[in-house]
């Protein structure tokens, strides 16, 4: 089985509560609406929390770049100190919510500045499902017969009317939320599991 990954020279920070959401207003969203700023909420929700520089070593990125943008997430309510961790020289950060949810008015703002937004945190969460999808292609024999056979990679097509498909949409995000309080999340086995949705029409030609 494929290791936890670690970052460089720290311990692991506690990550916020998966449930816990933080909803995206248009401030908000310009404020987010980002690639690093984007990868760097990513990174302290799902690795806990670290520094400037931690981070800048993990993306790729350098100290001042990644440590402007974690004050721009702070600005708009994303991050904030870790008190726990923050006893040192470095400010230490960790993020406020672990999920990020997008209210469907934001496609509908009359602002031009929001619906760009719109599109570069869209086209940003595609890009990261796409990575995610691609690193476990490249390493699925690492896991094993049991998981590989456990994985899913499927698709559908249907012939839905709008109402329909929020209809299916909402069943399906109250499937996930009775799987993520299922005791068999501390099971001797269990692991982190990447569950995607992509659900859009689509011109028959």
């Given at each position: 089985?494929?290791?936890?990954?670690?970052?460089?020279?720290?311990?692991?920070?506690?990550?916020?509560?998966?449930?816990?959401?933080?909803?995206?207003?248009?401030?908000?969203?310009r404020?987010?609406?980002?690639?690093?700023?984007?990868?760097?909420l990513?990174a302290?929700?799902?690795?806990?929390?670290?520094?400037?520089?931690?981070l800048?070593?993990?993306?790729?990125?350098?100290?001042?770049?990644?440590?402007?943008h974690l004050?721009?997430?702070?600005?708009?309510?994303f991050?904030?100190?870790?008190?726990?961790?923050?006893?040192g020289?470095e400010?230490?950060?960790?993020?406020?919510?672990g999920?990020?949810?997008?209210?469907?008015?934001?496609?509908?703002?009359?602002?031009?500045e929001v619906?760009?937004?719109?599109?570069?945190?869209?086209?940003?969460?595609?890009?990261?499902?796409?990575?995610?999808?691609?690193?476990?292609?490249?390493?699925?024999?690492?896991?094993?017969?049991?998981?590989?056979?456990?994985?899913?990679?499927?698709?559908?097509?249907?012939?839905?009317p709008?109402?329909?498909?929020?209809e299916?949409?909402?069943?399906v995000?109250?499937?996930?939320?009775?799987?993520?309080?299922?005791?068999?999340?501390?099971?001797?086995?269990a692991?982190?599991?990447?569950?995607?949705?992509?659900a859009?029409p689509?011109?028959?030609?």
């Amino acid at each position: 089985m494929p290791e936890p990954e670690k970052r460089t020279g720290e311990t692991p920070g506690k990550r916020p509560a998966e449930h816990v959401v933080h909803p995206l207003d248009p401030r908000s969203l310009r404020g987010l609406a980002h690639p690093l700023r984007i990868q760097l909420l990513r990174a302290l929700r799902r690795h806990g929390s670290a520094t400037a520089s931690q981070l800048a070593e993990r993306l790729g990125e350098s100290s001042g770049a990644t440590s402007y943008h974690l004050r721009q997430l702070a600005a708009h309510g994303f991050v904030e100190d870790d008190p726990e961790r923050g006893k040192g020289r470095e400010r230490w950060w960790k993020a406020v919510a672990g999920g990020t949810a997008f209210d469907e008015s934001l496609y509908r703002n009359e602002d031009p500045e929001v619906r760009g937004a719109v599109d570069v945190y869209m086209h940003e969460i595609a890009n990261i499902h796409t990575q995610e999808l691609n690193t476990y292609l490249g390493t699925r024999e690492d896991w094993g017969q049991k998981w590989l056979g456990s994985a899913d990679m499927s698709d559908f097509t249907l012939r839905l009317p709008p109402a329909k498909l929020r209809e299916l949409g909402e069943k399906v995000h109250a499937l996930m939320e009775e799987y993520r309080t299922a005791p068999e999340q501390d099971a001797p086995d269990a692991e982190r599991v990447r569950v995607h949705l992509h659900a859009f029409p689509q011109r028959e030609d």
